[in-house]
């Protein structure tokens, strides 16, 4: 009798009935749990339950969002179950940030400031006196290379404006005749601001973005985000951690504009949590006339776009307000001033000079790198 390995044994002749049985079992256990899985959708979409509702976990969702302030574009990622929720309140807060300290802006603190030149002081809150004092003792640190009375030249210049052209000498030396910390006077008790005669005008252009997202990362960080980003033209910050693809925590990377490139191109990554990044460079805003670039950081001292060695240079810091004025001022000061900051207990720099070198601070050996293929080099 020919023999059947699959319903008999080699050594019977009649049906294996346990092993039958056992089949037969698995297979009405498939057909159940097929079941069981069908009949969870179908209660699913009659019950519209939540994905909490169910034991299988969502995958974490990483909001984004765009905004137009302060002149230049605004990108947001939060990482928290009510991100887009948070995308739009830190918008209106950064609309309410310019509201208060542009100085084109009627009812601002600096326009306040500027109308009543050489009338009268002007008492403003205590918040808002700490933040003229700050920038004010930056400005008197620097001996005046980070001006914020500079809004004379920069009105002048008009360089963002889309019709900027090279003013004559004259005009530039009637400008800075209104530049200079001489023409403020701060009082502390009665938290007032002074300008001692018509044209003096403050401008707080150079601090702005980095105060901004500095109380951005506050707002993300009080409202229990797990993770998020916010970046205002060159000014960045983060905070916590992004959800990855394959659910894992990943740090928020941060990549570096190649100064010579386009605005996609990027020569390194900074890997970062919890700080402000700002970045300063002739790259961002500039205009062109008779075959020279003239950019949009100019130098109290000659009323000129400041003429550095730099390409680029990056500061990190938990003050965005520090963080802001130092990105400009190191900037205009070049690499000499960058090798004697180079390794401050506060803030952290990624300095590009016009070799294509990139000088780093120690504390970032680890947690940035070159792009492959950039064409720039760390410096030793």
């Known amino acids: 009798m020919k023999e059947n390995n699959v319903l008999f044994s080699s050594s019977k002749t009649s049906p294996d009935l346990e092993g039958i049985t056992i089949r037969a079992l698995r297979i009405v256990v498939s057909l159940l749990a097929a ?29 984004t969002g765009e905004d137009f302030v302060m002149d230049t574009f605004v990108t947001q990622k939060v990482s928290a179950e009510n991100g887009e929720e948070l995308i739009h309140s830190v918008n209106e807060l950064l609309h309410e940030i310019e509201a208060e300290w542009s100085a ?12 009543r030149a050489g009338v009268s002081p002007v008492e403003i809150t205590a918040e808002q006196y700490e933040i003229i004092r700050d920038v004010y003792d930056f400005s008197v640190y620097t001996e005046g290379r980070f001006d914020l009375t500079v809004s004379p030249l920069v009105k002048l210049w008009n360089i963002t404006s889309g019709e900027a052209k090279v003013p004559s000498a004259d005009k530039i030396s009637h400008a800075l005749s209104y530049v200079g910390l001489e023409n403020i006077t701060l009082d502390d008790e009665a938290k007032s601001v002074y300008l001692d005669r018509p044209g003096v005008e403050l401008d707080f252009g150079g601090s702005l973005k980095g105060y901004a997202v500095e109380q951005a990362l506050e707002f993300y960080q009080q409202s229990g985000a797990e993770g998020a980003m916010i970046s205002i033209g060159g000014s960045v910050a983060v905070t916590g951690k992004k959800p990855g ?29 919890d700080k402000v990044i700002c970045s300063s460079g002739a790259y961002e805003r500039y205009f062109e006339e008779d075959g020279v670039v003239y950019h949009h950081i100019l130098d109290p001292m000659t009323g000129y776009p400041a003429e550095s060695d730099l390409l680029s240079i990056t500061v990190i810091s938990e003050d965005g307000l520090l963080c802001d004025c130092l990105s400009t001022w190191l900037y205009m000061g070049g690499l000499s001033l960058v090798k004697d900051h180079l390794n401050e207990s506060d803030y ?14 120690d504390d970032l050996t680890g947690v ?6 950039s064409g720039y080099q760390l410096a030793e």
């Open 245 to 273: 693809e394959d659910g894992e925590k990943t740090d928020f990377r941060i990549g570096l504009r190649d100064p010579l490139g386009s605005a996609s191109d990027y020569y390194g990554v900074l890997t970062t949590a």
């Open 104 to 115: 084109y802006r009627d009812g601002s603190v600096p326009a306040k400031i500027n109308a």
């Open 35 to 63: 079941a069981a899985a069908v009949s969870l959708c179908y209660m699913m979409v009659q019950k519209k339950l939540e994905p909490g509702d169910v034991s299988i976990p969502e995958p974490e969702i990483l909001y």
């Open 368 to 373: 940035f790198t070159l792009r492959d293929g």
């Open 348 to 361: 952290s720099i990624i300095a590009v000079d016009g070799t294509k070198k990139v000088w780093l601070s």
